[in-house]
Structures are given as C-alpha cells and as structure tokens.
C-alpha cells in the first residue's frame, strides 16, 4: 500500500508505533536467542539430563566368583536363599503407615512383630539398636532364609502383602569342606559405603549401592576380580515411574573365580592341630608363673618350599566368617571385636606379633658365617656367659664344651650366640659405635626379610621389627621424654632405675642388647609367615618367595585362565655350602636336638622323608613363654606359634608333627601309608575346568578332617622339656610385645559397621525415586540382600 | 464489505454473484491480510500437533482417548475462526457501537467467577463453569473490551477531530474502565493476565498520543504498586514460590522449582532438530506439568528442536509484524489504539508464556496464542484476529 491516506494521526502516534514495533521484535529476538542457548549451545547437557530423568536402573548385581582350594572345593561360595524384604516407601503410602502388612508379615515369617518393625525401621539418633541404616529408598530386607512355603504365601497374596517381596538372591557361604574353616584367610564382606560408592564413581570398578565389598583377607584382596561387574538394565519411565520401554542394558558379568593353593584338607587338620595343641597347653603347668598356661593364641602357616605358595593357614582364636554373611548383627559384630573378644578377626599368622626366640638363630649362625666365624669352627658352649658382671645364662644349663654352630643349634645353646654377638658387638665399637658398623646380626635379618612385610597377597600384613640402633634411637627419640620423668619420680623401686638408665642411655645399642638378641629375645618382632618365609628359603636354596595364597584367577566361563605365578623378593646371602651346613645341623635338631623327641626319636621315617626343625621359646615381660616351632621337609615349610603357650617343642611338637603326619600318612610306628597321605607332594596343577567354566571340584570321600582328629590328646605334649625352659636374665629390659596385638586398621574396624549413620541418597524428585521402588517389585529382578541387619 | 450496487436499468454495474464479489479486486477476502492470516492458521496446525502429542498419553486427562484434547482443539478452533469470520462480516466500526455492551457483558462474567459458579484451576479461581466439562476463562474477553473501551474512549475527541491528543479527562475515564477488570482480575488471583493487561494499557495510552507524562506516570505507578502487592503480603505463597523459583532455578527442583527445570530440560535436550513429534522423552513421560496449555511451548522444544521452535516465534513475529502495520496503516485513532493493543498482548503474552519455558520469566499461568490449549483463549484470540482484518478492509483504498 504505496499511498497512505491521511489520517490526521499526529507525528507523536507515529513515532510511538515505531518504537511499539522495534520493542515488541527484539522480544522475539530475545526469545529466539534464549532458544538458541539452551538448545544448541547447552543442548548436550540437558540431552544428559533428560535421558536421567525417564531413564531408571534396576541392578542385576554380578554373582561373585568363588574361593576354591587347589583340588576345587570351594571355600567361599554362594547360595541362593530366599529374602524378604519390605518397601519403607510403599508402607508409608498405607493409611496406617504398613501397620497391619508388618504384623500380617510377622506372622506368616513366624517372628514377632515388633522384631519386624524394628527391622525396618530406620536409624538415627533416638533410634536404637536394631534398626535400617541403609538408604530408606532400598528394600530392607527382613530376613534372607525364608522358607519357599513362606515366600509362597506372600507372593500369592500380594494384595495383603503391598511391598513386600520375597525373591530369591545370591548370598555369600563358607561351607567349611572338611572342617577348615579358614575365617582369617578368606576375610568377609560387607555393604558397600556411600563414601566409597562416591570414591569409586569414575574408577573402572564403580559399586553399586547394593555392592558388597571385601573388608579382609582374599575376599579383599582379590575383591576387584571375584566382584565382576553388575548388570543394569535401563528402562524408560514417566514421570509417575511407569515402564514406557527398555533402554540400552548392561548384561551382568559374573565375577571371576579364584583358585588357591590351600588345602582344605590341610587346613583342616591345622587348625584342629592348633586348636588342640593350645587346650593341651592350658593343662600344663607354667613352673616360672605358677599357673597353667592360658594358651590365648596361636598361628601356623604351611607353606610350598619351592613357591613360598600357602598350604594351610590358621589363626587361633577363630570365628565362624558367615556371621558376616547378610549383615552382621551389632551383638555379633562386639563379640567378634570387643575388648573380651581376643580378637578373632586377627590374622596372626600374617598381623601376630612375637619375638621368635630360639628359632632366630638361623639368623645368627648365618651372621656369624657372614663375619668370618667358619662353620665349622669350635665355639665353646659354656653353661654361662658373663659380660660386665652381668650373667647371661644358657638357658639349657648345660655346657657342651667346644661345639661347632651347627651343633650349637642342634642342641641350641645360647652361650655361644652370645658370645659371637658380643664379640661383633665390641668389633663394631661397642658403646661407641664407629662409623661404618657392620653389624652383621642386624644387616643378616634384614636380609632374611624380617622388619618389612612378606608380601602375602592378604591385607593389612604387618612388617615387624629389627631392634637395630636406627630403631633404638627413634623408639629413644619417641619414649625418652615418658623415661626420664618416670625415673626422675620414680624413687629407687627397680622400674625406676631401668627408666632412668633408658633416659640416658636407651638411644644406645648395648651389649646386653646385642647378645639378647642373637638368641632371638628382646625387641625382635616376627610373625609366623615371615618365619615360613625364611625357612622355605632355607629349603629351597635361599629364595625368599612372597607367600602367596591365590594360585590362579579363572574367569566365569573357564576361558581365561591366569596363573598367579610365584615371585620371589630375595635371597639368603649364603654360600650353598653354608645352607648345606645349615640343613644337616636342623636334620639334627629333629633326630637328636631340641626336636628330636617329637620327630627323630618319636618314630619319624627320617630316612624316607627328611626332617629340619628348630625349636623356641621366646619371652615375653609379664606374660608367658611364646612357643616356636619352624620345620621343614624337602617340599613343605611348617611354622606353629602359640603365644603364652609354653616351649617350643612341648606346646607345638605334637601338633607340627600331627600335621606332618596327615601330609605323609605317617602313621603311628613310622610307616607311610600313602593312600592315607594327604598331599605328599605340592599339588603344582590346577583343578580341572570344565568346558562351561565348572572348576571340578576334587572330593574325598571320607573326610580327612575326621580321620586326621587326633585320635587322642597327645599325652607326650604335657612333658617337660629338657632345657628348653629360660627365664629371663635379671637386668635386661624387656618390652611388653604381649601376644599378636590388634593392628592399627581396618582389620579391627570393618567399614562397613556404621552403627547410627544415616546414609540417606540424595536425589531426583521424590517421585522419582518412588518410581524406582515401584518398578524394582515390579520388575521381580533379583536384587542383592547388601542391607545390614540388626 | 464493498458498496452495494444495484442495477435499475440493465446498464448500471451489473450484480455480481458471490463468488464474483469474494474474488474481486476491492473484496473484503482480497483485502484480508493473508501473511497474517497464514502464519495464524500455521500457528493453530502447528499448535494441534503438539496438544496431541502432549496429551494421547495423558491417560489420568483424557479419559482413555488419545484424541479427547485434539478433537476439542480443533473444535475450538474451528469456533474461532468462525468468530474472526463474524467480526469481519460485522465490521469493527459496526461493533464500536456495541463496546459499552460487549465491556459491560465481559465485566460481568468476571465477577461471576468470584461467585460460586468460579472454578478454581492451580490456586487460581479464573474460570466460569458452565457444565458438561466446558469452562470459560472471561479475563480472556476483558483483554479485548479493556482495548476496544479504552480505544472508543481516548479516540471519540481526536477522530472527532477536535482534538490532537486525548485530554487528561479523557485518560482518566480510560484508566478508570482498565481498572475495573483488573481489580477484579486481581481478586481471582490472575496475576498473568493482570501483568498482560498492564502491558495493554500501556500499549494504548502510548499509541493514543496521550501525554508522556501519563504513560511515565503509569509506568512508576506499577512499580510502586509492585512493590506493594509484595510487601504487604497480597500474594499467595504458590505465586512467591514462582518468583523464588524464577530467582533461583536450583531451588528445590522437585517442588517449586520442579516445572521450569523439567520445563527447560525439555527444551534443551532437544537440540537443533528435535527428538521428532512424538518422541520426546520429557513429553510422552509426561515430566512437564500443564504441558498442553502453559507450557506447550516445551513439547515443540523437545520434539522439533531449535528448528520447529524457532519457526513458531517466527510465524508469532509474522502475526505481530503484521499487526504492527495494521495498526500504523489505519486511519482512524480508534482502530490504531485497537490495533497496537492487540500487537501488545499478543507479543507480551508470547513473550511471557514462552519466557518462562526458558527461564527468562517468572511463571504464570498463561497461554501461548494460536497454539496453547484452551477455548477461551483461542477465541479471544481469533475474534482479535478478526478486528485486525477488519481494519484492514474497512480502510478506505485509495483510488
């Protein structure tokens, strides 16, 4: 319209629809460019927000893979039990907030009701004890050995049951084959934390929140392979949660399967050999204090010599693991961690704690070579020893005369380690050390591998100690201040005295420490493995294997099949000559030394199968003797410790060799009857994989577990034993090593144990989540009980 | 309509058939502003698409029919193009006679809201139930008598031509017949509508030349009315929280803020192209609430994507643009004021309405012209239409 008429409009009007114009467009500009931003510039994230939002993840948690000894049995498994679990959030949407469903549950389940509504109600800090900490969106389960009849009634009657489910799911075992129960080495596991779920987020093994993670041993170690990875399937809900489709889904991938080198049948026969060597102590009398022994723990390894592969490996006390399996009760849980619990949960084969006392002198004769004393020399073994008028007896009290080392160990007499040590003690400056000490006893354990960890693949292993003058003078830095007020205001009483003199001279290595130590007394901290360690090496020419427990990691379908192969961490510094030395000189502890009435002149076919031993006794202040016995044969190491449990030989003898015995078949006039041998060789293959990944399992019959039950309380185990009984020599001090102490970490503190916290997800719309509850019952996936129960 | 002739004698013009007469070059259809006319009818085609693809699923709404709400848009629809029909055959002159009525009518409905016939929809008692599922939302109607009463008003003295400007007598008696409605508008609570008639008013003191200081003063008294209605506590909680939630989108995303986050999350995570009509995860899992009225703007986000929405404020902005030359083409005072009210609530009410699907507005209840779900509103939208188109054609054309 070209010619406007004139409409008498003045110029004002005009000028404002203009400005009414321009105004009104930039609005749509402004529009369009918002669109603009939010869609194609910032379009990615919402693309991620929105598939969040209508896409929901029911869990198809991956079957955990299986523990299996060397011959197949398993030893950690799984069962399908069948939970009951309750939906807080659909309680909730009933008029009487799931009253009347609890109680009609109760009663099908056979429980009280008020045991159920405990149960699922949820903890905070009014709530005691038992009560739900998991996340209140998460079935909670009730219980998880629910008959089928009972899960019968509650599936078919759905309608009175509204949040209930019961379902069958995958629930950790330790079935125990042959007895062995084997608690400390499997380890156990437990729920999953929010922290670590958060920890984990991006890793390549994330958890879910129904996850159970292994808090010890090989359920720990090997967590990341026996865990697999879990299934998701992807469904597509509104906003109400209903199903509209399937997204894209993860399949489950089953975790992979482990095989170890234990032997049940082994493991079973030592811990029943502990077991019983320890209540066969506590009928014993303790001459030095006046009561019988208390026996309060025991360890012993058993261990491949050519691998450093475990066999067998008990801890004493002990706990059944599947108190851990479902959830562990809290009253469980004190008793298994407590103060008056002993700490069952210890591993004290790997986390106990002693001084080896006599079986340390392989370690000193060792040294001794190393500093240019022959083997073969002659030492003068004396009935005592005297240094600056201190007394250091030979706690056999006998003299021999003049010896050779090997001699010396046979009959373990401590007068000449003491001698040696001291002379190196004074060679190296004595009180005032020069520069450039060689120490030679000290450098020696370090070499053998003492003081640092082993290496064993189980957690939370402990290293020990060398009481060499690096650790004198920290421990001095660390107590001197606590010592010198202590004998500053202490008086004259004895303990004073010690004090003061450790005030002022405790940085120093003194002779008495030396010559302590070259017995294996004093400061020295060991554990069982790390002795194995030593003396598998001692067999096997002098290689120091890490002990290793897993042998091979077998994936669920048996394709892939990986080796744990063994690997060495050191060697003995010893000529070949030496370690020959060596081994007939420990020959002869089992055929006429300390030994030798538990073996050699006990009806052991040493000329069938060769015998080594050697015997200790270690002190400990205010406590009772530590009992050592370290053995070996041409293809097993056997190391059996028993804290306040007597000598070396009395309390561990009878046991070692009832282990030997069933290993060999043994039997009880020195015949070997090899169909009774239980393993007389290592076993070096692995269990036979069937196609479809079934590990076959190899079985006996008759359990060895009974026909290895000792058949009567060794009555040889209550005797004395000559010359193995010391005391300890007036005026050295003597730390309190106690028996294996608790460790610091997470052996003691399962992480799992929240009692109180509240670990409530945070997330979408409530609505959301309720969608997920919703869809998880409905969907009838199977869903791991990880909830812990109390 | 074009004069009527009449033959007498057999040489005069001779009577032309309907036909003839709608496909002349002087017809009131050759006439219409087609563009308009156009992006309109695109906008409403447009419009159905999406209230049913926001709806088939909706199965709590639709009572088991996938087309429950599209059959009833059409049938809106097809009501309001029959009303735009009508104001053109009527003529807007021929109606300005009828503005005190038709305002007075309008004013009534309203306050029979307030009574018991009122429904009372998401906290706000806007609609007039009239039985059998049908209700009708009469600040819809006061949007165009507001226009037309304020328009008859400020332009009688000036189209008169007695005047160049309306006197501040005048603006007074204008301001005075917006305000009725709107306080009763307030009453419901309205508070979009209220916002859009604010928007209106503004629009029409500034088109009807009145004094700058009259629009200043009026701007200021918003304002100052604003900051009342805020401080002593007129409001309703649920508008505070939409404000809050306006103020901070990461607020309590499952509660207040719960419709403008699912809003944009729609509309963003459909990107350049969309997830296809009918694919939208957001819609057919029904995450945005009121999606079909209010917030259909998010369905052609999320399923056309930058490209279909974008097409949407295109064909707006052709409406607009349109109506922007309408109103500067007129030649009377009156149908200018009309004209620019119009283009203020049809822009205000777009901007407002697809503003707060992203973010940029605070929410409040009101519908997208042309393309939201709802009766009322699509007849009030097509009878405005119709006023356009009937300033077009009753403008005299130059010889």
Redesign the interface.
Known sequence: ?S???E????S???I??????IL??S??L???G???Y???R??????K???G??VQQVVDPAVRGSILDARGVPIADNETRLVVSVSRTEMMKQDDEGKAVLERLARVLGMSPKTVKEKVRLCDAKTPQPCWNGSPYQPIPVTDDAKPQQAMQIRERSEDFPGVTAEPAAVRRYPAPYGANTAQALGYLSPVTDEEIEKAKDTDSPFLPADEVGRSGLERTYDSKLRGSAGVTRY?????GRV?GRADSDKAKPGDNLVTSLDSRVQAVTEKQLDQAMKAARHEFDKNTGRNYKADAGAAVVMENKTGRVVAMASNPEYDPNAWVGGISGKEYAKLTGKKSNYPLLNRSIQGLSAPGSIFKVISTSAAVKAGYPFDGNYDCSSSYEVGGQVFKNFESKGYGNIDLGRALEVSCDTVFYDLAYKEWKKDGGNMPKKGAKDWFYKMAHEFGLGKKTGVDLPNEVSGRVPDRRWKKEYWEANKDAWCKQGKDGGDSYAAKIAKENCVSGMKMRAGDSINYSIGQGDTLVTPVQMATIYSALANGGTLYDPTLGKAIVSADGKSVKEIEPQPHGRLPLSKKTLAQMDKALQGVATRGSAAWRFGQAGWPQDKIKMRAKTGTAEVAGKQTTSWLATYTDDFTIVMTISQGGTGSGASGPAVRKIYDALYGVGGGGGIDKKKALLPKPEAGLPKISKDGNIEAQLDKDSPGDSAKPKDVPEDATQDVPGDGRRQPPGTRREDEGPPQPPQGEAQQPAAYRPGEDSRQTG????ARNAFLALAHDSGQRRYPGGERR | MSTRTFSLDGYGPRRRSAWDRLTARDSVVWRMDWFMLLAGAALAVVGSLLVYSATR?RTELNQGDPQYFLLRHVLYLLIGIGMMAGTVWLGHRRLRGAVPVLYGISVLLALCVLTPLGATINGSRAWLNLGGGFTIQPAEFIKITVILGMAMLLAAKVDA?DR??PDHRTVVHALGVAALPMAVIMLMPDLGSVMVLVVIVL?VL????SSNRWVLGLVLAGAVGAVLVWMLGLLDEYQINRFAAFANPALD??GVG?NTN?A?????????FGKGLFHG??T????VPEQQTDFVFTVA??EL??VG??LI?VL??VV??RA?RI???????YS?IVA?GI??WF??Q??EN??MT???MPVAGLPLPFVSYGGTSMFAVWIAVGLLQSIRTQ??I?A
Not at chain 1, 16 to 21: K, S, Y
Not at chain 2, 327 to 333: H, V
């Open positions: 319209m010619n406007i008429p409409t008498g409009r003045s004002r009007v005009t404002r629809l203009v400005a009414i114009q009104v467009m609005l749509l402004t529009l369009g918002r669109l603009w939010l869609q194609v910032n379009g990615d994230e919402y693309q927000e929105a598939k939002n209508h597509e809900v509104d906003n109400l509209m979408r719309g409530a609505a | 699923n031509g160049e400007h629009a500034l088109a009807s030349g995303p499952a719960y699912q944009r999350i729609a509309i963003g995570s459909g990107g350049l995860t957001q057919t899992g029904q995450f986000g999320e994507g930058f929405a974008g404020l707006l902005g607009i643009w922007c109103a500067r083409e007129s030649t009377s005072l200018t620019a283009v203020a822009a205000f777009a901007f697809i503003g992203l973010g940029i403008r005299p130059a």
